[in-house]
């Protein structure tokens, strides 16, 4: 079975950039790109819609909470319909730079504290799928296999996509790392050996030295990881030497 390959793109704003969202496009097969609450303004946004376009890799919207500060990895108090009015405006603006560009969002992914709130919060996950839902029913989602965000997506009839991280650890439990663990944050040698692990045997490692299992249909690489563009390209030439052929779910 093919393996998407994806990664966190757009992530600048104004004259400050992050990554290098061209290289990164041309080896992803799809871009997690930023809808300007966590990163991202409308340039940024239309500059890399039209990237991916010419470049074949598949649009999803990376929706997070509104916190440019820190990044959308803050946790924040949000009801649950304010949420699902955020998700759907972050789509729609998506969208529209997606459709200037030639063609369309086709997936929605979580980011950074909303990614896990709404893992573990069946509220919020209902309420980005209502958001998805109320957008365009053909929208996939993807996101942490066996989790609230898994359920939400079974309930509403969307598509849900498994995702893996090539580039972190996991716990014992199966939930990503807390980034200011030690180990938490992989290194290329070790991102390349776990990338080849999720897709050959469904495991990941742990900080703890063992490992758990991850269903994934797709795999991430983070866009502001250290290395990143060479990391992802010794994943994808790992993957095609192991025989896992790399292709988007899109």
């Not at 290098?20 to 496009?25: I, K, N, V």
């Not at 990391?231 to 896992?244: C, K, N, P, Q, T």
């Amino acid at each position: 079975m093919a393996l998407d390959l994806n990664s966190d793109l757009g992530e600048g704003f104004g004259p400050w950039t992050m990554g290098d969202d061209a290289a990164m496009l041309d080896i992803v097969t799809s871009a997690n790109i930023a809808c300007g609450f966590h990163a991202g303004d409308p340039s940024i946004m239309r500059a890399t819609c039209a990237t991916a376009v010419r470049k074949g890799v598949r649009i999803g919207a990376h929706v997070g909470y509104r916190d440019l500060a820190g990044f959308g990895r803050r946790a924040i108090a949000v009801a649950p319909a304010e949420l699902r009015d955020e998700v759907l405006y972050q789509i729609g603006a998506l969208d529209a730079f997606a459709k200037a560009a030639g063609d369309r969002v086709r997936y929605v992914k979580p980011h950074g504290a909303l990614y896990h709130a709404a893992a573990a919060d069946g509220e919020l996950a209902e309420a980005l799928l209502t958001a998805m839902t109320e957008y365009d029913t053909e929208l996939a989602l993807l996101g942490p296999s066996g989790t609230e965000l898994e359920a939400a997506a079974t309930e509403a009839k969307v598509r849900f996509v498994g995702e893996g991280f090539a580039d972190r650890a996991y716990t014992p439990t199966g939930l990503l790392a807390p980034r200011g663990l030690p180990g938490a944050v992989l290194h290329a040698d070790e991102a390349v050996a776990q990338a080849i692990s999720i897709a050959t045997t469904g495991k990941a490692r742990t900080v703890d030295g063992g490992d758990v299992a991850v269903s994934a249909a797709s795999l991430c690489v983070h866009g502001d990881t250290p290395a990143a563009v060479e990391m992802a390209r010794r994943i994808r030439a790992a993957l095609a030497e192991s025989g896992v052929p790399v292709a988007s779910f899109g």
